[in-house]
């Protein structure tokens, strides 16, 4: 009994689960406090920091060990235990021969037979895996938010440097309207008109600065770091990346490589052990005992427990069931739900490249074309100072336009990665998310 108490009936791969999971998660082990970032940080240096840091990322690692823990608790046989009694009237009897010594299995569980104990063992196994690939779908994640966060803060400095030089030329505009105003060059109406013009560009600016906090907190949050931490925006808009991959390699690779839906495809897989396990309840379990009454008398006892309770083991059998088919069923609606998604971001950066590429090649340069010829004009006196303002801020706008067409290419970019575990740049497992280093 005590040997069998302490036999376990580990599940082949469980001792490779584990080693990933220690793998994955070394930089967990001890408390890490939240990296200091560079001067100048980019965003695989937000990365690094939110991958060491991020306390929800830390709780789905640990989830993970703690259901890894859940395999030797399921796969083993129940406690032995002790007896021991005392003859109190046995005459002149020995003190040895009125002891009764005695081992059994715990008398509140009984012995399963093996095939149980190892099915435990393997559903045990599959709901880890599944957990293993949710923490991985968790960094996913986070990429995914740090680095939509990252194209956000970019965005937003480009904003600013555009409304500063908005600005700038509406302060010419307005000084100049004031400077003929004296001579009576001008109505007082477009004094009036371009000072609002002006007051209103530096309430926008105002805007766009007090729009910062709340979106370097948001950071700061993702990061481990207090809300207020210095949050340096990006010095300019990250350089697009390239999508060698056609929209066909793309959904085929997410479909085998999404960490979301192998956890699920785990989830059935642990539904079926648990079903089969639910058919094992037809079989018996057993007690065994054994006890020594000093030299008076040895006894070795067994009992098997019949499984009579037909009606509640035929219902374990349909429930188990019942949950396989909702696993499958959620296994097959995320897997469309994967593929509609794809195809809309897709559709995203597709639109995005497709309208930054008319604004770069085209819009842009007829911006500034015009904005020169104004300005050639403006100097021969065929045209007025509002005009020549009037058409560079076109070519702001143009340019302004085409910083936020960048974004949103990027984040739709983001969103595939993040999901689907495809890199599509080189197109293998996205070494940012896979690599806590």
Known sequence: ???????????????????????????????????????????????????????????????????????????????????????????????????????????????????KLAIAGRRALENARATGLRFEAAKFRLQAQVLALYYDLALHAEQIRIQQETIALLAVTAGEASARLATSAVPQEDVLRSGTELDLARNDLANLHAQLPPMVAQMNTLLGRAPDARVPLPESLPDPRPLPATDEEIVHLAAERSPELSALARDVAGRKEGLDLARKARLPDVNLSFSITGTVSEALGGMVVLPTRREAIQGG????????????????????????????????????ERQATLFQDTIIPRADLVARTAQASLASGRMRLMDVVEAQRAALDARLTLAMLRVEREKALVAIESWSKVDVEALHPVRSGTSMR
């Open 317 to 352: 059998i349909e429930q188990a069931r019942a949950d396989l088919r909702a696993a499958e069923a959620a296994r097959i609606q995320y897997s469309r739900d994967l593929a509609a998604s794809l195809v809309l971001d897709l559709y995203v950066l597709h639109n995005a």
């Open 1 to 115: 009994v005590l040997a069998l108490s302490a036999c376990v009936a580990h599940p082949a791969g469980e001792r490779e689960e584990r080693d990933r999971a220690l793998a994955a998660g070394r930089e967990f082990d001890e408390h890490l406090e939240a990296p200091s970032l560079p001067e100048n940080p980019s965003a695989d240096d937000y990365l690094r920091a939110a991958f060491l840091a991020n306390a929800e990322l830390r709780a789905r690692y640990w989830e993970w060990r703690a259901v890894l823990e859940r395999i030797p608790q399921d796969a083993s046989p129940p406690n032995a235990a002790l007896s021991f009694s005392y003859l109190l009237s046995g005459g002149s009897m020995k003190a040895w021969d009125r002891t009764t010594l005695g081992i059994s299995n715990d008398p509140m569980t009984n012995i399963p037979l093996p095939p």
